[in-house]
């Protein structure tokens, strides 16, 4: 085999440059702000302490970072992490924790999933969109199963979502 000449290897460098040049270096991405996610867990708050749960609400943006989380009085100290992982699930599958819990159970096979960090099948965990992005997370934890578990969770969260939905479609 012919080794390269140095004017080959120039040849194919130079060549290449117009295509590193126009790679783009910055992207844009929509996400939840701040003043939303605070909105969004007064409203979340307000809807669980309507039918007398005391829970914690996680929100985060679309890069898995906390924007928001609130532990009102009184909420178990596991509901904190719990609130995150139905969060981070949600955003991570872009899914509610609820409907990944259906699939995880219908496929055995996929169990392995449900050794990562911070992924939950209980339910109270939403994605939020701007349309079809994925903008963010929304999760909720503390409602006891007598007053409906993760399925109340789940409904305060959706409460929260409606409050800001007109912001989401701008």
Do not use: W
Not at 41 to 65: E, M, P, Y
Not at 89 to 96: E, F, R
Not at 132 to 145: E, M, N, R
């Amino acid at each position: 085999m012919q080794k390269p000449s140095l004017q080959h290897v120039a040849a194919i460098v130079f060549a290449a440059l117009p295509c590193m040049a126009a790679a783009q270096t910055l992207i844009n991405e929509r996400q939840i702000s701040t003043d939303a996610a605070l909105e969004m867990a007064q409203t979340a708050l307000a809807a669980c302490r309507a039918h007398g749960s005391i829970v914690t609400i996680t929100i985060l943006d679309r890069a898995d970072r906390v924007v928001v989380s609130v532990r009102d009085n009184g909420a178990s100290p596991h509901s904190v992490e719990h609130s995150l992982r139905k969060a981070h699930t949600a955003l991570t599958y872009n899914m509610s924790s609820a409907e990944y819990a259906k699939g995880a159970a219908a496929n055995p096979g996929s169990a392995g999933t449900l050794h990562l960090a911070n992924i939950t099948t209980a339910a109270g965990g939403l994605p939020i969109r701007a349309g079809d992005t994925l903008v963010g997370a929304i999760g909720i934890s503390g409602t006891p199963g007598a007053r409906g578990g993760g399925s109340a969770d789940e409904g305060c969260a959706k409460a929260a979502i409606d409050k800001i939905a007109g912001g989401l479609s701008k």
